[in-house]
């Protein structure tokens, strides 16, 4: 079974930056696109960040773009996320995913996804 585990969660003042890991037990390499999505309390899992298997083209959320950057290394098995300037509303677990070589479903919906971390806690404070 594949594992996904996030780690460099934690708590920052607004405008501070943090970078989140995603160690995969896998080789990414055999994934297709790979994404972090966010999902605050009684809320929905929303799309974040999503780059494909060579990383030549990315995938933002709006909400984001100009401050997160997302990378993969497949020779590390790993997928990061730099998240800069960062805002209270950024608050919120989030989770790397990885999604099957093909997949039917557009790449912003977790529907495309059938692999998932536990998450990591991202805190915020202003």
């Known amino acids: 079974q594949v594992r996904l585990v996030e780690s460099g969660g934690g708590l920052v003042q607004a405008g501070g930056s943090l970078r989140l890991s995603c160690a995969s037990s896998?080789?990414?390499?055999?994934?297709?696109?790979m994404a972090w999505f966010r999902q605050a309390p009684g809320k929905e899992r929303d799309f974040v960040a999503a780059?494909?298997?060579?990383?030549?083209?990315?995938n933002y959320a709006d909400s984001v773009k100009g401050r997160f950057t997302i990378a993969r290394d497949n020779a590390k098995n790993a997928l990061y996320l730099q998240m800069n300037s960062l805002k209270p509303e950024d608050t919120a677990i989030y989770l790397c995913?990885?999604?099957?070589?093909?997949?039917?479903?557009?790449?912003?919906?977790?529907?495309?996804?059938?692999?998932w971390g536990q998450g990591t806690q991202v805190t915020v404070s202003s």
């Open positions: 780059i494909t298997w060579s990383g030549s083209r990315t």
């Open positions: 995913a990885a999604s099957p070589p093909t997949s039917p479903y557009s790449e912003i919906y977790p529907e495309a996804y059938d692999k």
């Open positions: 896998a080789r990414t390499s055999n994934f297709g696109t």
